[in-house]
Every structure is written in structure tokens, then in C-alpha cells.
């Protein structure tokens, strides 16, 4: 204890008594869970202060005594200068918000050193001896809060309003600055000495105090703290009569007051702990969260089978071959993560929906759905996993299974989900750099800033095998880079250039076709079954210009070069023009139109195998939310001349698609 504290001390005795209250305040909110949960006897309190020798010449005994017969809720405090004086403390405040306490003791015993001196230099000698004065014991009543075994909903809300206050507090010098403080409130002469004496008293910066506000523990800490500093400031300055009997007296009262709310704040705390701690036992996985997904697809299409083909099916002629039907696609996704910022995908899933484009129905790859195909029973659909690097400015990507190039390359439209974005397959994103092989390989997406971002990485659709002509780089694969540029939060721009190797199983599945099983059929074969490879250029943008509408669209185009059975090369181009309506008629409602070309061989080494015509693509539909979790996409699209052959007649595609979220 240095020189300034103990000439302090000993000329201020009532400093001595504050620092005592403020230790008992906070052994009054350090009870354990325990005891609050089993104390039932009601105590008064009962304060014996220690004996402070004040200079010579003074005769003052500061003395706590406790009423015993009293109701626990009185407290009897009694200060003898040289003349015995009473200060009652009013009944502790028991407002409704608060759940009923019963008091409970705590004894603690301080024993406080008297010093007699009467100069500075008498104090400084080495041999001065310090006389221990009385111990006591200081009883403390405290509040017990009476929690049922299940927290109710309002005291969870109400935990929830305790953590989420935020309002930065303000100082005031006067305590009519706080507006909301009357001279008729039983706390006015409280707060008006902590405020214009001690300065350690802050408001909100609209000018209340919200004293009948319960507060939190960070706020005690702040309000404590202060007072502290202030306290510390008056015994580095000497100063003295500045603390007084009142002021204990206050002290006290308050103590207890806010004794009461962190008890009740406590239990509640430690009643929704146990609860967490519940859950956590009997959860899934600690690191694994369960997300799922279900389509119910309902479509027709009209309009007669595409039999006028370049190059495909020749199928016999039909009208309106397609019959109505009921689909579905139901998926599971594992996402696990170990650190808080990696992510396991594991994704199970079961789809059954008709591809339109099978020959005996509409016969061209023009009239695919979004969703189509059929898996036998559940399938490992997605297995990659990814993390961080560079502090959270890059992302790595390691796929074993379903890694597609729309998981590395972004797209701008908000139309490219196949669950809640376009309905059909076309309409969703550019199919000449989005689509390709696919499924196994490495990538890597990194933003250099907001505005730039680098995109790129290698994927392999035969890489699980290893006999000759596949493997992870002697079969099909997709290499390539996207560069994304948003020069403000309205506005998108990607530009996206990709190399791709067909092998000839490549060329016989629907998934996997130069033009990505959209446009013609010349358009994803244009060179037969044969193995092919292409370099192609994708261009994309999207503008919001208000927010209930967005301008977007793309273009593409595929240079693809024969590499079994001749060298012939072809050039294949599409393009889309988008119009979206978002938050239209509902908050998270969304209405989209599309217009746009599907892909088609504009030049061939091989004229006849050129698409002689142009077909459109026109579609429209509205995504309605109705709940967080369920939304309905009413919507239809025609496609023109379909397969880029005016002698086919128009088909006209309805679906009705329902996504259920979980």
C-alpha cells in the first residue's frame, strides 16, 4: 500500500467504507448457481464495520448493524459519529419483469487494518506498528431466483434483448440532463450525488437513463469501473470528506438492487447453458449440419416432335407426344466443417424427372427442363471439399465426385439455380463455358478486392477410372479461368475462356455435350460420336438498375476441332438477353424473362451440317415465396423452330415447380 492510499485512508474514512461496500457488492453477485437454487430461509443483513482510527483528535465509529427482527426486505443502518445516527434503507425494488426471490445469506469476514498517525513523518517510519482491527462478519442478503426446470419463451427473449443492447452510453455532468429522472423518484438524490460529485454516471445518448431498464453484466462492469477510477482519482488526490456516510448508505442500496437482477439474469443464463448443453449432447454431429433440398416437378409440353434434324434422331412424326408428369429430385447435403471456415459437401440424392429431349417425345435438346434425369435409387451425387487460404481472400477447391464447373465459375444472372432459378436448362446460364466434363479435379476462386475476382481450376469426368484412354488426364476434362470485375454492388461483368477435351464416351452422354445438352443436336455433336476438343469464350453481365428490376444477359462462343476420324472444325454461338424482376408482389419473390438464341453451328467445314435456321427461346416465370422454406415457380418457355429447322413445328413447354428447403 503506498504513502497516498494510507494518508487517504486515514483522513478519509469514508473512502475506506466504499471500497468496502464495493468488495461486498461483488461478493453479493459471485453467489454460486448452487445456492441460489437451494436457499430458502430469509436473513437480514448484518454489518459490523470495522473501526477506522481517524486523526487526533476525532472520535468516529462507523458501525452496520442489522435489525434482526426485520423483514428481509428492511435493512437497518446505523452510523455513530460522535453522536449515534440512523439511516434506513428502503425496501429493496421488486418490479414485475423480475421473478420472485427469497433472500439467502452469504457470510464473508474482512478484517480492516487501523492505522493511527498523526503526521506524514510519524506515518513513513519503518517501525510504526499497524494494529489489526476487529474482524466481522458481514452478512449479505441476496435474492434467490426461482426458475422452473424449463426457461419460459418471454425470459429467453428477454436474454436475447439483454446481449443485443447496444446503445452507446454518454457522460453527463448533471443529473437534469437525464430526462426521464424526477426529483420524486426514490433514487433522485442517488443519482444526482453519483452524477454531480463523482461523475461516474453515463446516460443514452437520447438523453435517459432507463433506470427501471434491467441491465446486463456488461453493463455493471462498465458502471462499476467507472466509479472505481473516480474513487482511485480522489485517493491519488488526497482528497478528503468527499465520501460520505450517505453515500454508503446509497452504496449499499444499490448494491442490493442490482444484487437482485444478476441473480435473476444468472439463472437464466445458466438454465438456458444447461439446456445448449442438452442439445449438444444429443445432436447429430458437432461438426456436421444436415440441409436438404425437394423438388416436386410438374410439366407438359405441346407441339409435335421435332423430326426435321441435321443431325440426331430422325424420329417419326408425331403430334404432341408428350403426356403430363409428375417428378421429383430429393437431395441430402452433409456439409461438415472442421475449423468454422472449411466445408466437407457430402450429397446424397434421388431424382426422377423426364428429359423432354428423348426421342419419343419432343426429340430436340431445345425443350430440356432445368432439373431432368433419372437416377437409380439414391446416388453420391457431391463429394469435394474446401478452405480457405490467403485470410479468407481465396478459396481452394478438391473434388472427388460433382465438382461441375458452375461450383468454380460464378454467374452474374440470378437465374442460374436449378431449384429456384430459370426452368429450363438453356435459360439458366451460358452453356458454352458453365457446361463441359466435369466431376473430379482442383480449383481455385480468389478476390484480389471487391471488384476483381480470379476463378479457375481443372475437372475430369472419367478421372475414377484408370484403364486406358481415361483416368484423371487421358479422358475428358475442362480447364479454364474466369475473370469477374463488379465496378459497384449493381453492376457484374465476367469474362470466361475455358479449353475442353471431349473423349468419345463424352460424345454419347446427354450430360456432357460440346453445347451442354442444349441447342441442337449439330450444336453438342457436330461431329459425331467422335472426339472433339473446343476453346471457348464466354461473356456475361447484369445490371440492377432498380431494385425490383435487373438487365443481364451473355453471349458464347465454341470453336470445336474433330480429333478422331478427320479434322473438321465447326463454330458454335448462342446468346440470352435477361430481364428479372426481384422482391416483385413479395419479399423474396422473384419473375424472370428470358430471350435468347440456344446454341447452333453457324460454320462447319461441312456446310451441309450448318444449322439452316434460327430457332428463340422465350421464357417467363415467377418464383412466390411462401414462407422461408416453400416456394412455388409457375412458368412456361417456347422454343421456335425448334433445333434451328423451321420445318419443325413449335413447342410449347408448361411446368409448375415446387421447392420444399430444410
Given at each position: 500500500?503506498?504513502?497516498?492510499?494510507?494518508?487517504?485512508l486515514?483522513?478519509?474514512?469514508?473512502?475506506?467504507?466504499?471500497?468496502l461496500?464495493?468488495?461486498?457488492?461483488?461478493?453479493?453477485?459471485?453467489?454460486?448457481?448452487e445456492?441460489?437454487?437451494n436457499?430458502?430461509?430469509p436473513?437480514?443483513?448484518?454489518?459490523?464495520?470495522a473501526?477506522?482510527?481517524a486523526?487526533s483528535?476525532?472520535n468516529?465509529?462507523?458501525?452496520y448493524?442489522?435489525?434482526?427482527?426485520?423483514?428481509?426486505?428492511?435493512?437497518?443502518?446505523?452510523?455513530?459519529?460522535?453522536?449515534d445516527?440512523?439511516?434506513?434503507?428502503?425496501?429493496?425494488g421488486n418490479g414485475?419483469?423480475?421473478?420472485?426471490m427469497?433472500?439467502?445469506?452469504?457470510?464473508?469476514t474482512?478484517?480492516?487494518?487501523?492505522?493511527n498517525?498523526?503526521?506524514?513523518?510519524?506515518?513513513?517510519?519503518?517501525?510504526?506498528p499497524?494494529?489489526?482491527?476487529?474482524?466481522?462478519?458481514?452478512?449479505?442478503?441476496?435474492?434467490?431466483?426461482v426458475?422452473s426446470?424449463?426457461?419460459s419463451?418471454?425470459?429467453?427473449?428477454q436474454?436475447?434483448?439483454?446481449?443485443?443492447?447496444?446503445?452507446?452510453?454518454?457522460?453527463?455532468?448533471?443529473?437534469?440532463?437525464?430526462s426521464?429522472?424526477?426529483p420524486?423518484?426514490?433514487?433522485?438524490q442517488?443519482?444526482?450525488s453519483?452524477?454531480?460529485?463523482?461523475?461516474c454516471?453515463a446516460?443514452?445518448?437520447?438523453?435517459?437513463y432507463?433506470g427501471n431498464r434491467?441491465m446486463?453484466?456488461?453493463e455493471f462492469?462498465?458502471?462499476?469501473?467507472?466509479?472505481l477510477?473516480?474513487?482511485?482519482?480522489?485517493?491519488?488526490?488526497?482528497?478528503a470528506?468527499?465520501?460520505t456516510?450517505?453515500?454508503?448508505?446509497?452504496?449499499?442500496?444499490?448494491?442490493?438492487?442490482f444484487?437482485a437482477?444478476l441473480?435473476t439474469?444468472?439463472?437464466r443464463?445458466y438454465a438456458?447453458?444447461?439446456?445448449t448443453?442438452?442439445?449438444e449432447?444429443?445432436?447429430?454431429s458437432?461438426?456436421?449440419k444436415?440441409?436438404?433440398?425437394?423438388?416436386?416437378?410438374?410439366?407438359d409440353?405441346a407441339?409435335?416432335?421435332?423430326?426435321n434434324n441435321?443431325?440426331g434422331?430422325?424420329?417419326?412424326?408425331d403430334?404432341d407426344?408428350t403426356?403430363?408428369?409428375?417428378?421429383y429430385?430429393a437431395?441430402?447435403?452433409?456439409?461438415?466443417s472442421?475449423?468454422?471456415?472449411?466445408?466437407?459437401?457430402?450429397?446424397?440424392?434421388?431424382?426422377?424427372?423426364?428429359n423432354?429431349?428423348?426421342?419419343?417425345?419432343?426429340?430436340?435438346?431445345?425443350?430440356?427442363?432445368?432439373?431432368?434425369?433419372?437416377n437409380?435409387?439414391?446416388v453420391?451425387?457431391?463429394l469435394?471439399?474446401?478452405?480457405?487460404?490467403?485470410n479468407g481472400?481465396?478459396?481452394?477447391?478438391?473434388?472427388?465426385?460433382?465438382?461441375?464447373?458452375?461450383?468454380?465459375?460464378?454467374?452474374?444472372?440470378?437465374f442460374?439455380g436449378?431449384?429456384?432459378g430459370?426452368?429450363?436448362?438453356?435459360?439458366?446460364y451460358?452453356p458454352?463455358?458453365?457446361?463441359?466434363?466435369?466431376?473430379?479435379?482442383?480449383?481455385?476462386k480468389?478476390?484480389?478486392?471487391?471488384?476483381?475476382?480470379?476463378?479457375?481450376?481443372?475437372?475430369?469426368?472419367?478421372?475414377?477410372f484408370?484403364?486406358?484412354?481415361r483416368?484423371?488426364?487421358?479422358?475428358?476434362?475442362?480447364?479454364?479461368?474466369?475473370l469477374?470485375f463488379?465496378?459497384?454492388?449493381?453492376?457484374?461483368?465476367s469474362?470466361e475462356?475455358?479449353?475442353?477435351?471431349f473423349?468419345?464416351?463424352?460424345?454419347?452422354?446427354?450430360?456432357?455435350?460440346?453445347s451442354?445438352?442444349?441447342g441442337?443436336?449439330?450444336?453438342?455433336r457436330p461431329?459425331?460420336?467422335?472426339?472433339?476438343?473446343?476453346?471457348?469464350?464466354?461473356?456475361q453481365?447484369?445490371?440492377?438498375?432498380?431494385?425490383?428490376f435487373?438487365l443481364?444477359?451473355?453471349?458464347?462462343?465454341?470453336w470445336?476441332?474433330?480429333?478422331?476420324g478427320?479434322?473438321n472444325?465447326?463454330?458454335?454461338l448462342?446468346?440470352?438477353?435477361?430481364?428479372?424482376?426481384?422482391?416483385?408482389?413479395?419479399e423474396?419473390g422473384?419473375?424472370?424473362?428470358?430471350?435468347?438464341m440456344?446454341p447452333?453451328?453457324?460454320?462447319?467445314?461441312?456446310?451441309?451440317?450448318?444449322?439452316?435456321?434460327?430457332?428463340?427461346?422465350?421464357?417467363?416465370f415467377?418464383?412466390?415465396?411462401?414462407s422461408?422454406y416453400i416456394?412455388?415457380?409457375?412458368?412456361f418457355?417456347?422454343v421456335?423452330?425448334?433445333?434451328?429447322?423451321?420445318?419443325?413445328?413449335?413447342?410449347?413447354v408448361?411446368?409448375?415447380?415446387?421447392?420444399f428447403?430444410?
Open positions: 500500500m503506498n504513502k497516498v492510499l494510507l494518508n487517504t486515514k483522513q478519509s474514512p469514508g473512502v475506506l467504507g466504499a471500497a461496500l464495493l468488495t461486498n457488492a461483488a461478493l453479493a453477485t459471485e453467489a454460486t448457481s445456492k441460489l437454487a436457499a430458502a430461509d436473513a437480514s443483513v448484518t454489518i459490523e464495520a473501526r477506522a482510527v486523526p483528535g476525532q468516529l465509529d462507523l458501525q448493524q442489522a435489525n434482526a427482527e426485520s423483514s428481509p426486505e428492511q435493512l437497518a443502518l446505523s452510523v455513530t459519529p460522535d453522536a445516527v440512523t439511516v434506513e434503507s428502503a425496501t429493496l414485475e419483469s423480475l421473478t420472485q427469497e433472500p439467502q445469506t452469504v457470510a464473508t474482512q478484517a480492516v487494518t487501523s492505522v498517525s498523526e503526521s506524514a513523518s510519524a506515518f513513513s517510519e519503518a517501525s510504526a499497524l494494529q489489526t482491527a476487529q474482524a466481522s462478519e458481514f452478512q449479505v442478503a441476496q435474492m434467490e431466483a426458475e426446470t424449463a426457461t419463451g418471454a425470459d429467453l427473449d436474454i436475447n434483448e439483454y446481449s443485443e443492447v447496444s446503445d452507446a452510453l454518454e457522460q453527463v455532468t448533471s443529473v437534469s440532463q437525464l426521464d429522472v424526477q420524486t423518484d426514490w433514487a433522485f442517488a443519482l444526482q453519483l452524477v454531480e460529485r463523482y461523475g454516471i446516460g443514452y445518448p437520447d438523453g435517459t432507463k434491467a446486463t453484466r456488461y462492469a462498465a458502471g462499476l469501473n467507472a466509479c477510477e473516480r474513487v482511485n482519482e480522489l485517493i491519488a488526490a488526497s482528497v470528506n468527499l465520501v456516510r450517505e453515500d454508503l448508505a446509497v452504496l449499499q442500496r444499490l448494491q442490493e438492487e444484487a437482477e441473480a439474469l444468472r439463472g443464463v438456458l447453458e444447461a439446456r448443453a442438452e442439445l449432447a444429443n445432436q447429430f458437432t461438426t456436421t444436415l440441409r436438404g433440398e425437394v423438388i416436386f416437378w410438374l410439366g409440353a407441339g409435335d416432335r421435332a423430326t441435321v443431325i434422331n430422325f424420329a417419326p412424326e403430334s407426344p403426356e403430363a408428369y409428375f417428378g429430385r437431395r441430402l447435403n452433409f456439409d461438415t472442421f475449423t468454422g471456415q472449411d466445408l466437407l459437401r457430402t450429397r446424397l440424392e434421388a431424382r426422377s424427372v423426364p423432354l429431349a428423348n426421342y419419343d417425345i419432343t426429340n430436340t435438346l431445345m425443350s430440356r427442363t432445368s432439373i431432368d434425369g433419372s437409380n435409387g439414391i453420391l451425387d457431391d469435394y471439399y474446401r478452405f480457405p487460404i490467403s481472400k481465396g478459396q481452394v477447391f478438391v473434388g472427388a465426385n460433382g465438382l461441375d464447373l458452375d461450383d468454380i465459375y460464378d454467374y452474374v444472372t440470378p442460374g436449378s431449384g429456384d430459370a426452368l429450363s436448362r438453356f435459360g439458366r451460358n458454352t463455358t458453365f457446361r463441359g466434363p466435369e466431376g473430379t479435379g482442383v480449383a481455385l480468389y478476390a484480389f478486392s471487391d471488384k476483381f475476382k480470379l476463378n479457375l481450376g481443372y475437372l475430369a469426368s472419367q478421372a475414377e484408370a484403364d486406358q484412354g483416368g484423371l488426364f487421358n479422358g475428358g476434362y475442362s480447364t479454364g479461368l474466369q469477374m463488379n465496378p459497384s454492388p449493381k453492376i457484374g461483368v469474362l475462356y475455358n479449353h475442353r477435351y473423349s468419345s464416351d463424352d460424345m454419347t452422354s446427354t450430360s456432357s455435350l460440346i451442354g445438352g442444349t441442337s443436336w449439330g450444336a453438342n461431329f459425331g460420336d467422335n472426339s472433339t476438343t473446343t476453346e471457348n469464350l464466354g461473356f453481365a447484369n445490371w440492377r438498375i432498380s431494385k425490383n435487373e443481364g444477359g451473355w453471349f458464347g462462343s465454341t470445336a476441332n474433330q480429333k478422331q478427320g479434322d472444325s465447326a463454330t458454335i448462342n446468346w440470352a438477353v435477361t430481364l428479372a424482376f426481384p422482391d416483385v408482389l413479395k423474396g422473384l419473375g424472370g424473362l428470358i430471350v435468347g440456344p447452333q453451328v453457324t460454320d462447319h467445314d461441312i456446310s451441309a451440317l450448318e444449322d439452316k435456321d434460327t430457332s428463340i427461346h422465350i421464357e417467363g415467377y418464383r412466390y415465396p411462401i422461408d416456394s412455388i415457380t409457375p412458368g418457355y417456347v421456335t423452330d425448334p433445333d434451328h429447322n423451321s420445318d419443325n413445328s413449335t413447342i410449347v408448361g411446368t409448375l415447380r415446387t421447392q428447403r430444410f
